[in-house]
């Protein structure tokens, strides 16, 4: 199993509006989606579309929220995580898992904002750096 294409990079920031706002006028990235709730996943999302990729800026729903820890030790927000696809979101896990990395969660894969699996592997595994997995979705 190797990774896929760069998905997207997931910013959370405290408000989504503002941070749209904040992409189109100093970087001229108009185009977003609406903003959408998902509060089984404790966050509010919309996706900056750029020609290559996107950014997912994430805004959290409450203090039970994992974003709003985040945003405790990172008010003005920030990177959260980096998404790569993969062919096969269960042969993804199970070679994270082979190769020593911990899965984030129970290891099973829940749809994410993309409508499609994903699985989260731990910051310690990746020099730091939050690594989300998501099956690739149809084009």
Request: with cysteine; glycine share 10%.
């Amino acid at each position: 199993m190797k990774i896929g294409r760069l998905n997207h990079v997931g910013v959370a920031v405290p408000d989504i509006e503002a941070a749209k706002k904040t992409y189109a006028a100093l970087y001229g990235a108009t185009q977003a989606t609406e903003t959408k709730d998902f509060p089984h996943l404790g966050v509010r999302v919309a996706f900056v579309h750029l020609d290559n990729s996107e950014i997912e800026l994430i805004e959290p729903c409450g203090e039970a929220s994992p974003i709003h820890k985040f945003l405790e030790r990172n008010p003005k927000g920030g990177q959260h995580h980096i998404c790569f696809e993969v062919p096969d979101i269960i042969a993804a896990r199970d070679a994270m898992r082979e190769r020593g990395a911990t899965v984030l969660g129970t290891g099973e894969p829940y749809i994410g904002a993309h409508g499609v699996p994903v699985i989260f592997v731990h910051p310690k595994d990746s020099h730091g750096q939050l690594i989300e997995l998501m099956q690739e979705p149809a084009r």
